[in-house]
């Protein structure tokens, strides 16, 4: 088991960078890949970011290339994602979520989830 929690939401504005954290515990978290999701109202999880469990492969969706940046540092069992120039349709709840072997882009694929930390982008 892995238990994730995720920090840094907040309401900003257009333009604006925020970076969110998640911090796991539980099973050795150097083993796991790690991906980033969102959810807006109405919609699916959609997949952000996600990092291989040493941190040398990364993989983003086509929305954020250029403007985020998922990166880990196994030391402290924490990911992170970077979030720059952010635009009001990033306007979401973030999560994110673990599993072994390779990076994946469809939420079914991982079983270890967050509760989700709320980011609010205004204009």
């Known amino acids: 088991q892995v238990q994730l929690v995720e920090s840094g939401g907040g309401l900003v504005q257009a333009g604006d960078s925020l970076r969110l954290s998640c911090a796991a515990s539980?099973?050795?978290?150097?083993?796991?890949?790690v991906g980033w999701f969102h959810q807006a109202p109405g919609k699916e999880r959609e997949f952000v970011a996600g990092i291989s469990a040493s941190g040398r492969s990364t993989d983003y969706a086509d929305s954020v290339k250029g403007r985020f940046t998922i990166s880990r540092d196994n030391a402290k069992d924490t990911v992170y994602l970077q979030m720059n120039s952010l635009k009001r349709e990033d306007t979401a709840v973030y999560y994110c979520?673990?599993?072994?072997?390779?990076?994946?882009?469809?939420?079914?694929?991982?079983?270890?989830w967050g509760q989700g930390t709320q980011v609010t982008v205004s204009s």
């Open positions: 979520a673990a599993r072994p072997y390779t990076v994946a882009r469809t939420a079914a694929e991982y079983p270890y």
């Open positions: 539980g099973h050795t978290f150097s083993n796991y890949v």
